[in-house]
């Protein structure tokens, strides 16, 4: 039997290789949310009713904004902090947080995802990606999860179900290692999000 040989690849093609691989599960998640009626969004409470739980929560000088440490809390307010803080003061006040929150009426309830973990520039495999929508915002807030694979991306999943995306919100992201080291990130999923519909964490 005769095998044609075929040359080797340089970084750039395998890059290549990686990214197109990336792009088609992310047509596949898009896919799935669109005909997919098995993700089932949390309640979410209240805009109003949410931004003051923030502030309940992340507020431990109790004077009625989020700043600096306070913030750092919750690393999903602190991603979307350019997106919150409307008067670009550094703060987030309950009236911002709410406004931001309401602008999610507007916008598709499921938001397709591809998400990819990388250690520096080169994929990480078997690290467990886990996304939890922020409590001040949802009733009984779900948990997304995923191993990566080889080339770091992940499929996610909940409740045994498998998602092409997730709900519209603001989550807690924790990535744990084969090793066991953990990583806290935050996200907000959201249309006008710039991270878009793909989601890449560089540990």
Do not use: H, W
């Given at each position: 039997m005769k095998y044609r040989r075929f040359p080797l690849l340089s970084r750039g093609m395998v890059r290549q290789g990686h990214d197109l691989l990336a792009g088609m599960a992310l047509?596949?998640?898009?896919?799935?949310?669109?005909?997919?009626?098995?993700?089932d969004p949390?309640?979410?409470?209240?805009?109003?009713?949410?931004?003051?739980?923030?502030?309940?929560?992340?507020?431990t000088d109790?004077?009625?904004?989020?700043?600096?440490?306070?913030?750092?809390?919750?690393?999903?307010?602190?991603?979307?902090m350019?997106?919150?803080?409307?008067?670009?003061?550094?703060?987030?006040?309950?009236?911002?947080?709410?406004?931001?929150?309401?602008?999610y009426d507007t916008q598709a309830s499921t938001v397709p995802l591809s998400v990819r973990v990388r250690l520096g520039t080169r994929p990480l495999?078997?690290?467990?990606?886990?996304?939890?929508?922020?409590?001040?915002?949802?009733?009984?807030?779900?948990?997304?999860?995923?191993?990566?694979?080889?080339l770091g991306a992940v499929s996610l999943a909940t409740e045994g179900k498998s998602v092409g995306g997730l709900p519209v919100g603001l989550y807690r992201?924790?990535?744990?290692?084969?090793g066991g080291e953990e990583y806290v990130r935050g996200v907000e999923v959201a249309e006008d999000s710039p991270d878009g519909t793909r989601i890449v964490f560089s540990l």
């Open positions: 047509v596949y998640a898009v896919a799935s949310v669109g005909c997919s009626s098995q993700l949390p309640d979410r409470y209240a805009p109003e009713d949410a931004a003051q739980r923030a502030l309940e929560t992340y507020d109790q004077n009625g904004q989020l700043s600096g440490g306070e913030i750092e809390q919750s690393p999903a307010l602190a991603t979307a350019d997106r919150i803080d409307s008067n670009n003061d550094g703060k987030l006040s309950s009236a911002e947080i709410a406004e931001r929150l309401k602008a495999e078997m690290a467990t990606v886990e996304f939890v929508q922020e409590e001040f915002a949802v009733a009984e807030p779900k948990a997304y999860s995923g191993i990566s694979d080889s992201v924790t990535i744990t290692r084969a």
